[in-house]
């Protein structure tokens, strides 16, 4: 197994079938026909010779780094990404009134910011832009599995709390669940370099976590977190935190066979994770990891 792998999920044969589309909907980046039909085959060369055995976002990091070399761009996600952040950021206000009126405020915050991870451009059930307001209509029907008292009551007492930040758009969702965290004693951190819609410093500064908490990046492009690829400081950062807080699933699925100190915090979006957490897809998830 390569380095890199992790102690996460191991990459299902279903999950072949994610790759494949991300490479085609890549595909569509490119204006030339001639061109589209070039990086399709080499994208789906390289996902066949990929070790299939480490985590899906290990395949992901592999698949990204190749399209961002054959487009020439550093982020071709970045227009995606910006309109993300315009959405969620809109929302923002209805949110906060919204959860000013909810009696069960705390599970009403777990709930949103679960929802949030919906806007995953790396998910075949992940959803756009322009339907995020369907869905906040719908966010009180959605199934919750999960014990917000618990999750509080861990947040207040850990010593020190290392949030794991996932999508752009999604991290303004983030921001209303860390400014009810102890904020001195919370790190947040993005991805260290663009990879998908996936959420790097620059989406952290728009949505003002910046000037709220530290704020760190992992020193890696890979779509989850993949410790052995991380920056050092990431990694002493993630063995300091008494509790970590885990957003969205690729890195649940790079982090899942870690200990009890991470709460997992997701919308299920495919048959493969939630077959491994029980849960149906569109399940929203706040649970601890093993021996939590």
């Known amino acids: 197994m390569s380095p890199l792998a992790g102690r996460g999920m191991r990459t299902s044969i279903e ?3 994610c790759f494949v589309r991300q490479a085609a909907e890549a595909v569509g980046l490119v204006v030339e026909d001639r061109r589209r039909e070039e990086l399709l085959r080499l994208l789906l060369k390289e996902i066949a010779a990929c070790d299939w055995r480490g985590s899906p976002p290990v395949v992901g990091q592999v698949i990204h780094r190749i399209i961002r070399r054959e487009l020439g761009v550093d982020d071709p996600y970045r227009a995606l990404k910006r309109h993300l952040n315009d959405k969620a950021e809109e929302l923002v206000p209805v949110i906060r009134e919204t959860l000013g009126r909810r009696s069960d405020r705390e599970a009403a915050l777990l709930r949103v910011a679960a929802a949030g991870n ?3 451009a790396g998910a075949k059930s992940g959803i756009a832009p ?5 869905v906040l209509q719908r966010l009180w029907r959605l199934p919750f599995r999960g014990d917000a008292r618990d999750f509080f009551r861990r947040t207040a007492q850990a010593r020190s709390i290392l949030y794991l930040a996932d999508n752009a ?3 303004f969702f983030d921001r209303l669940l ?3 965290l102890p904020r001195d004693r919370v790190t947040v951190a993005v991805r260290g370099a663009p990879t998908l819609n996936d959420a790097t ?3 952290a500064r728009r949505a003002g976590l910046t000037g709220l908490v530290r704020v760190i990046a992992n020193g890696s492009d890979a779509p989850g977190t993949v410790l052995a690829d991380c920056s050092a ?3 002493e950062e993630f063995e300091r935190a008494e509790l970590i807080i885990s957003k969205g699933q690729g890195n649940f699925e790079t982090l899942s066979e870690e200990d009890g100190r991470i709460y997992f915090l997701f919308t299920v979006k495919c048959e493969v994770v939630g077959r491994k957490v029980g849960a149906a897809v569109g399940t929203l998830l706040c649970v601890p990891g093993g021996g939590g």
């Open 169 to 171: 758009g999604e991290i």
């Open 15 to 17: 999950c072949i079938a």
């Open 201 to 203: 410093l620059e989406d």
């Open 118 to 120: 919906l806007l995953d």
């Open 130 to 134: 322009q339907d995020l307001h369907g």
């Open 178 to 180: 860390v400014e009810e």
């Open 233 to 235: 400081e990431f990694r």
